[in-house]
């Protein structure tokens, strides 16, 4: 298998218009979310991108354009294409304009808007969307059928979602505390993530990951499936447990799921590295979690910045976040745990942080 490398990125979420804004405000005092008002008199904190007021497709349009642009893919436009999105344009439909022909137009809509030449692809698979994505774009390039391709994580605005997991009582009245002591829920939030992959040698280098799908409780978190998905995704990887320096939990704030996260992390590894999340600064962005968690941290890596969180942690959990950067980080497991069972991680090496030579894999 041929070498993938995260070659560019773009975000564009309620931390700021761009990824250097987003890294200056994740290391300040944790963001407190907007409230987002549902029909009824109830309202929800929800992390949203402040942006010009304009209708649901123009303002889509200018998000997903400048994070394209912050990629830096200006002339790229002939690569695979994989738009990722739970909520597809939902709150395009309930701003009065008529519904697209199916769900795959969505994705056309957005190649149209981008001039996009190359194949274009849609993943909804709910919160591992863009993981999903991640992964797929991967093997691609690994197995030399493209050179580059391009991830883009779109979660915006729009009744429905909110309205959902506000009827399941998933979502916190306040603000979420993932790990925390008397954590009470998760808060959803908007963000446009692209993650541009290639062939060409670059810093973060993608080892390998492992998606899965355990439906036996598809609203929680299995202890069982997340040991099963890091424990391929290390396979898939060639590497060993003790070769992880971080994990990026899922972690959104929930009583039970934040809990069977770390339970199932125990059954893999024999102490747990350092963990992170970073849902109490983005809120769970949902389709676009995996693509934006994943630019937002290598981002803040690069530049030696940390996640500020000012709650206090669970005394009973297995293990807490940590509170500053790691001495070291070369090898980075990320997850993304979703509705339907969902489970996926991604394994990510940073190149510079040694010299060593890079494991390979006997196939």
């Known amino acids: 298998m041929r070498s993938v490398y995260l070659q560019g990125r773009g975000l564009v979420s309620s931390l700021g218009a761009d990824l250097s804004q987003a890294v200056d405000a994740l290391a300040r005092a944790a963001p407190t979310p907007k409230r987002f008002a549902l029909p009824g008199g109830t309202d ?39 738009v990722a999105s739970s909520s597809l344009e939902v709150g395009a439909t309930e701003s009065g304009v008529p519904c697209l022909d199916d769900c795959f137009s969505f994705a056309e809509q957005v190649a149209g808007w981008l001039r996009w030449t190359g194949p274009t692809y849609l993943v909804s ?14 093997k691609l390039i690994g197995s030399e059928v493209v050179d580059e391709a391009v991830v883009l994580g779109v979660e915006l605005s729009n009744r429905f979602s909110i309205s959902g997991f506000a009827a399941m009582q998933l979502l916190t009245p306040t603000v979420p505390k993932p790990l925390g002591a008397g954590r009470d829920g998760i808060a959803l939030g908007e963000a446009v993530a692209v993650l541009h992959l290639s062939s060409a040698p670059a810093r973060w280098r993608i080892c390998g990951g492992n998606s899965c799908i355990d439906g036996r409780d598809p609203t929680g978190t299995l202890p069982t499936a997340v040991a099963h998905m890091c424990k391929q995704a290390l396979v898939a990887s060639g590497l060993e447990p003790s070769d992880i320096d971080l994990i990026k939990l899922q972690a959104a704030g929930g009583q039970v799921s934040d809990v069977n996260e770390l339970t199932g992390l ?4 024999d102490s747990l590295p350092a963990l992170v999340t970073l849902k109490a600064a983005l809120g769970h962005t949902l389709g676009a979690s995996g693509a934006a968690e994943i630019a937002l941290l290598t981002a803040a890596l690069e530049k030696n910045v940390w996640p500020y969180f000012d709650y206090p942690l669970d005394p009973t959990n297995r293990a807490g976040l940590i509170v500053a950067k790691p001495t070291l980080v070369r090898y980075l497991l990320a997850e993304i745990l979703g509705f339907g069972g969902g489970y996926a991680a991604v394994i990510l090496e940073d190149t510079a942080a040694s010299s060593s030579p890079v494991p390979k894999r006997d196939d």
Do not use: K, M, N
């Not at 999903?132 to 991967?138: E, G, I, K, P």
């Open 125 to 138: 698979t709910a919160c591992i969307s863009s993981l999903q994505a991640v992964l797929t774009a991967a």
């Open 266 to 269: 125990a059954e893999v590894f």
């Open 44 to 82: 929800w904190p929800y992390f949203g991108i402040t942006h010009a007021e304009a209708d649901w497709r123009t303002r889509a349009r200018q998000l997903i354009v400048s994070a394209i642009e912050e990629a830096g893919l200006t002339g790229c436009r002939d690569a695979p294409l994989f």
